[in-house]
């Protein structure tokens, strides 16, 4: 089955600078999605970003874009101009064929 | 309306106990899955399914049975709880392949 890292358990970031979180994977598809989560305290997932594998071009979304690199299997999200409210973990997700994996997860903090 | 609701949210159990959760979700979707968070937040896969048709059944003991009466519902049933089965179950359902999940608040299930 495939396998997604997240490197980073724990990642501080002060408010309003950037911050960039980390994710490989292990797959021998090349059709595939991928994903980032974040959990609150509250501990509802909520999707921040999508990326299909097939395209080159980055997602973005508002302050969050990632750097997907397809041959170096590598999907780090970068956090611009970080709010108190991004503090959550991050989970980094492979899904193909309904099989969706989730990295073990990245802490983040944000100092005022 | 709640897209995708569990229940209960919360259940205190004593070892060797039989319990089940509910999902359901309201929003059409042909997939739906359950997850296991540990105490280190890890998210695992336990099942997924298709149209009622089961497409992954992780290395989870057998004494965790999924069932999925219609489309809308995965209910999880869990046989001789154990102290090690403690954790947050979430249920999540998507469109289709590739597409974002949508989780469920998660049910706490504490085995005393």
């Known amino acids: 089955a495939q396998t997604v890292t997240q490197s980073q358990p724990e990642m501080s970031v002060q408010e309003a600078e950037t911050v960039t979180l980390s994710c490989t994977y292990d797959?021998?598809?090349?059709?595939?999605?991928l994903f980032w989560y974040k959990q609150p305290p509250s501990r509802q997932m909520i999707l921040v970003i999508r990326q299909e594998a097939y395209k080159q071009q980055n997602a973005t979304e508002n302050r969050f874009s990632v750097n997907f690199q397809k041959a170096a299997k590598s999907f780090s999200l970068k956090i611009s101009d970080s709010q108190l409210g991004d503090a959550a973990m991050y989970f980094c997700?492979?899904?193909?064929?309904?099989?969706?994996?989730f990295g073990a997860g990245t802490r983040l903090t944000v100092k005022p | 309306d709640t897209a995708v609701s569990q229940t209960p949210k919360y259940l205190v159990t004593q070892m060797g106990n039989d319990k089940s959760i509910k999902c359901e979700q309201n929003?059409?979707?042909?997939?739906m899955y359950w997850y296991k968070q540990d105490s280190k937040k890890f998210l695992k896969i336990m099942f997924s399914?298709?149209?009622?048709?089961?497409?992954i059944n992780e290395t989870v003991p057998n004494r965790f049975s999924p069932k999925s009466p219609d489309k809308a519902h995965l209910n999880l049933h869990i046989n001789s709880l154990e102290l090690g089965d403690s954790a947050v179950y979430f249920c999540?359902?998507?469109?289709?392949?590739?597409?974002?999940?949508?989780f469920g608040q998660g049910t706490r299930l504490t085995v005393v």
């Open positions: 797959t021998s598809e090349s059709d595939y999605y």
């Open positions: 997700a492979y899904e193909v064929d309904n099989d969706m994996r």
């Open positions: 399914y298709n149209n009622k048709e089961l497409i």
């Open positions: 929003l059409g979707h042909d997939t």
């Open positions: 999540a359902s998507s469109p289709y392949g590739g597409t974002e999940a949508f």
